[in-house]
């Protein structure tokens, strides 16, 4: 089957000693999860994809977000993270599969699974695997290369919004 693995948003901004200290993601154990899968797949001969969720780079996206903003060191892919691949698409959204040009490579390449993992798996994690579901192509979470900072009730909506997709992890 072939299948390719999307590394999302694991950026500066989440993951780095600057961060912001919501962002209290465990960045030595995701980053060794994430970078074991990178290889493990990429080792398979399967794709490794990377997203960046970017936020226009506006004065009141400064103030009002102050993370991921376009241009900035804070938005590019945390040095810790292997890179094996060309492959990095930006995300305006939540769900990376908005990207057009994304989403066209995966319908050219004739990927019959997709597999994601990164941050944050009740956000942007999430939103990407309902997305490939509405757009037909498989999907699974990989649970190990995950993390989340989300509070317990925002979770929970996430967690019914899987079920209602019907999103299954591995």
């Known amino acids: 089957m072939k299948t ?3 590394v999302i948003d694991m950026q500066n901004d989440y993951l780095s000693e600057k961060r912001k200290p919501f962002f209290a993601y465990n960045t030595k154990e995701l980053t060794g999860a994430v970078n074991a899968l990178i290889h493990k797949y990429h080792d398979a001969g399967s794709d490794v994809i990377y997203i960046r969720h970017i936020i226009q780079n506006l004065p009141t996206n400064r103030l009002l977000f102050g993370y ?3 241009g900035t060191e804070g938005a590019e892919i945390y040095p810790g993270v292997d890179i094996v691949s060309d492959y990095c698409f930006d995300k305006l959204f ?3 599969l908005t990207n057009k040009k994304l989403l066209e490579m995966i319908r050219e390449k004739g990927y019959e699974m997709l597999h994601l993992c990164g ?3 009740y956000g942007c994690v999430t939103e990407t695997a309902c997305g490939a579901v509405k757009r ?3 999907v699974r979470i990989v649970r190990s290369g995950t993390a989340t900072v989300m509070k317990e009730h925002m979770a929970a ?3 019914k919004k899987q ?4 999103i299954e992890y591995i």
């Open 94 to 96: 939540g769900d990376a």
């Open 163 to 166: 079920a209602k997709y019907k």
């Open 119 to 121: 941050l944050d798996e």
């Open 157 to 159: 909506k996430k967690k």
């Open 4 to 6: 390719a693995l999307i």
């Open 68 to 70: 991921s903003i376009a």
């Open 136 to 138: 037909g192509i498989p």
